[in-house]
């Protein structure tokens, strides 16, 4: 599974749309790119997931680039309960493998 | 409908002690998974299982057992708990190979 590279922490103001990056320049024809979160102290839950197009749910919009080799989770609209670490997964399975992810502090 | 259950939901053993982990699920998914959590670090696969019956190893499989009972139940055994093994444990299950969902979780606790 290739490898990705998301920053460590990111601030956000409430309201405003929260962009979380994640590079994953090794990733291959048929990886997947999954986004899992996970509030404080709860197991993970899914966000969204892509492998080419854009995607967009109630939750959140993916955007992929078009060499596949980064992406961005956008919250449109931030509230304090989207505080969490994020995780950006890239794989072809069912066999996700988490990294340290990147934690979001929405902030009032 | 209570999802993905797990028990307990803390528990404290001494060295060499052994006990199980009980995960349930009632969305009549085919897959379920054990990870752990180390503090301050993303979750390690342990065990996974594609299908009643069947078992396969995470990439963290040393010191722990497996089994799935049923459809619904998947348990995660440690015969002989080392501190090593002090983590938060997380049950999951999944009906596809997108989107897995999670327990609660057990924190265990191993002096």
């Known amino acids: 599974d290739a490898k990705t590279t998301q920053p460590t922490s990111m601030d956000c103001a409430e309201g405003r749309a929260a962009n979380l990056p994640c590079n994953h320049s090794t990733i291959s024809g048929n990886e997947y790119v999954y986004w899992y979160r996970q509030i404080h102290s709860q197991g993970p839950q899914y966000i969204i997931h892509?492998?080419?197009n854009n995607e967009t749910n109630e939750m959140a919009s993916l955007i992929i680039t078009e060499d596949r080799k980064s992406s961005t989770l956008i919250l449109p609209h931030a509230t304090l309960r989207d505080t969490a670490v994020y995780y950006c997964i890239v794989t072809r399975g069912n066999k996700l493998v988490f990294g340290a992810g990147t934690i979001l502090r929405v902030k009032s | 409908n209570a999802g993905v259950t797990q028990t307990p939901k803390f528990q404290v053993l001494k060295t060499g002690q052994s006990m199980t982990l009980q995960c349930a699920q009632d969305m009549n998914h085919n897959s379920m998974y054990w990870y752990r959590q180390d503090p301050g670090m993303g979750l390690r696969l342990i065990y996974y299982s594609a299908s009643e019956g069947t078992t396969d190893k995470g990439e963290v499989p040393n010191g722990y057992n497996v089994s799935r009972l049923n459809k619904r139940e998947f348990s995660l055994r440690l015969e002989s708990a080392a501190p090593s093994q002090t983590s938060v444990y997380f049950c999951?299950?999944?009906?596809?190979?997108?989107?897995?969902?999670f327990g609660p979780g057990t924190r265990l606790t191993v002096l």
């Open positions: 892509g492998l080419k």
């Open positions: 999951a299950s999944s009906v596809n190979r997108w989107e897995q969902f």
